[in-house]
């Protein structure tokens, strides 16, 4: 076995030593234990699932839209994110730990898994920052929103962002590199080293201030910006809306509405964002100034962690903030439940129901209930009409009104009962995607 001199060993332990251990190991050695061998992992599944659900849902024809196109980006890079993340994880369980040449094949995989999950951490970042700058440009400058806001320009900045971002990470790969070695007591195992670019004090410095910088520090600021920005319009937009619904009760309309629900979703996944993302910036910028410590290093598996919860969550945010995600979620992946929902809906006075003669159905308002009537067969005109009443819309025989033969015609009910498109399913949703 060949012998190689590596001017920095890379070591990963994951046993536990006998004997007592310094301050900063301890926790070093505890905070692996606890995030990357227990947390982790029960993150890491919720937030695949949520993933893959959000992809699912937001590709679904109804959800179309530019602000849906970035989302649907979103959370396909924090799907890549998680898996990177729990490969990296591996590292820190006894056998792979210890690097033993069985495993020689994950080490030699491990530098580009450490590429995927920082490319896919830098594409969530301008991602993010991209679905901000579209919602401000769509609130605050509806003109232009019309149109800069579409599909196509949606799709050419999300392919723009992940080029850039895979490309600009490109180096990390190739700062180390893995061979056979012989320990000491004539072990075969494996030993990551440092190559000549990853030992390249200038490197270092340049790619460290170009990730805090450009992954980090510019686009925390821009979003911070952007969302007060866009707290500032929904503010106004609410002020608004109060004002015009004391003069005119029916003067908001359901678009407004909402936008301005889609605007607080995307407000709360930038401020998740800033969160968690926040702390890592912070750390990083502050190794640009000093040395690499046990304490940096136990820091560092805390605030991964936190990006990691970050990557996970945007699904239940979606979830709790959107009626109209959370209605699709259910047609899509428990149509039987939302039918059962809808026909308990439908019971209710305000729904729709129907008489029918098995022919052709109409709809008439009564109040607050819309009721089918039968076609009038016995005039040749034919069909019926709708006649604004006092308590709403009534319906006569054409026919009749007309020709005076049926004026006293009784429609005749019948059990059935049939909802309008829009109102089992709320916003045009047929559970048929």
């Not at 060993?9 to 030593?17: G, L, S, V």
């Not at 992809?55 to 839209?65: D, G």
């Not at 690097?99 to 530098?111: A, E, I, N, V």
């Not at 579409?150 to 392919?159: D, G, Q």
Request: charged share 15%; aromatic share 12%.
């Amino acid at each position: 076995m060949e012998s190689y001199n590596c001017s920095t060993n890379i070591t990963y332990t994951a046993e536990w030593p006998d004997g007592p251990l310094e301050a900063d190991e301890h926790f070093l050695r505890g905070t692996r234990f606890l995030i990357q061998r227990v947390l982790v992992p029960v993150v890491v599944v919720v937030g695949l699932v949520g993933n893959a659900a959000t992809i699912v849902v937001l590709t679904r024809r109804r959800m179309r839209s530019s602000t849906n196109v970035y989302l649907t980006a979103l959370a396909a890079s924090d799907l890549l994110y998680l898996t990177a993340i729990f490969l990296l994880s591996l590292r820190h369980y006894p056998g792979i730990g210890s690097m033993d040449t069985s495993y020689f094949f994950y080490w030699r995989l491990h530098r580009f898994v450490l590429w995927l999950a920082d490319s896919m951490t830098a594409t969530s970042i301008w991602l993010t920052v991209a679905f901000t700058v579209e919602r401000y440009i769509a609130v605050c400058h509806p003109m232009r929103g019309r149109l800069l806001c579409t599909e196509y320009r949606a799709r050419l900045a999300v392919l723009v962002v992940w080029s850039f971002c895979v490309f600009a990470t490109a180096s990390v790969p190739w700062e180390s590199y893995v061979v056979w070695h012989r320990d000491h007591a004539g072990r075969e195992c494996v030993r990551e080293c440092e190559s000549w670019l990853g030992a390249n004090e200038v490197y270092i410095s340049i790619y460290s201030w170009f990730s805090a910088l450009l992954f980090m520090a510019l686009p925390l600021l821009m979003l911070a910006v952007f969302n007060c920005f866009l707290i500032n319009a929904v503010r106004q937009s609410r002020r608004a809306r109060r004002s015009m619904t004391q003069n005119e009760p029916n003067s908001v309309s359901q678009h407004q509405r909402q936008e301005n629900r889609i605007t607080i979703t995307l407000i709360g996944v930038v401020i998740l964002f800033l969160v968690c993302q926040t702390p890592s910036a912070a750390l990083l910028v502050y190794k640009s100034f000093v040395d690499e410590t046990k304490v940096h290093r136990s820091l560092g598996n805390i605030c991964n962690f936190l990006v990691a919860v970050n990557a996970a969550s945007n699904f239940l945010l979606y979830c709790a903030l959107s009626d109209k995600y959370r209605r699709t979620f259910l047609v899509t992946f428990v149509p039987w439940c939302y039918k059962a929902q809808s026909t308990a809906l439908q019971r209710t006075g305000s729904m729709y129901s129907t008489h029918s003669d098995f022919t052709r159905t109409t709809r008439s308002r009564v109040g607050s209930v819309y009721l089918q009537v039968p076609k009038d067969r016995s005039n040749g005109a034919g069909g019926n009409r709708l006649q604004r009443t006092a308590s709403g819309y009534s319906s006569q025989s054409v026919g009749g009104v007309l020709g005076g033969a049926n004026r006293n015609q009784k429609d005749r009910p019948s059990p059935n009962r049939l909802a309008p498109p829009s109102a089992a399913n709320g916003n045009g949703f047929d559970g048929h995607d």
